[in-house]
Each structure stands twice: as structure tokens, then as C-alpha cells.
């Protein structure tokens, strides 16, 4: 029994007999549902090539509707906050 040995992990090899791995029912395969209309998965891509579709992806899909929404909603909230802990606004006019 040695104090400064670790032990080793046991590993199990089992494949179910009647199972063949290279069809579409895998059930052992990890997939997420939107993976099939992402440009940044898939194999044989560094880092860099993810990053620049990512962004490309970012920068064309952009609503300007979501953007003023998202804006005006922050600023309510933003106004309300400032109410709240009773905020002078006059320092604004």
C-alpha cells in the first residue's frame, strides 16, 4: 500500500451486442438540436476560424427593432431604479 501512488480509475468496455454505433440512432452521441444550423460547430476548427464566424454571425443578423427595444426598456428600468432610491433628477435639466 503505497502513500504516494494513486490509484487508477477502472475503465469499462461495454458495447451492447445487437448495437451498430455508425447509424443514425446513436444514443450514445451527444448532440445538441441546433447544431445542424451553426457555423461555429463542427470538427477541424481552431479557435480563430469559431471566433470570426461567431462574429460574422453577430454583426449580419442584427434587428434594429430589438436593439431600440432592448434600449428603451434599459432606460425605464434605469429611470424607475433612480426613482426608487429617490435620486435627484434635476441634475439632468
Known amino acids: 500500500m503505497g502513500l504516494l501512488k494513486l490509484r487508477k480509475n ?50 449580419q443578423s442584427s434587428d434594429k427593432a430589438t436593439n431600440i427595444r432592448l434600449l428603451i426598456i434599459i432606460s425605464i428600468l434605469t429611470l424607475i431604479f433612480l426613482f426608487v432610491i429617490d435620486f435627484d433628477l434635476s441634475i439632468f435639466f
Open 10 to 59: 477502472k475503465r469499462f468496455n461495454y458495447t451492447p451486442r445487437y448495437y451498430d454505433d455508425q447509424g443514425d440512432g446513436n444514443p450514445y452521441h451527444i448532440k445538441h438540436k441546433f447544431d445542424d444550423y451553426r457555423k461555429t460547430v463542427g470538427e477541424g476548427k481552431g479557435l480563430k476560424s469559431k471566433f470570426k464566424d461567431a462574429w460574422h454571425d453577430l454583426r
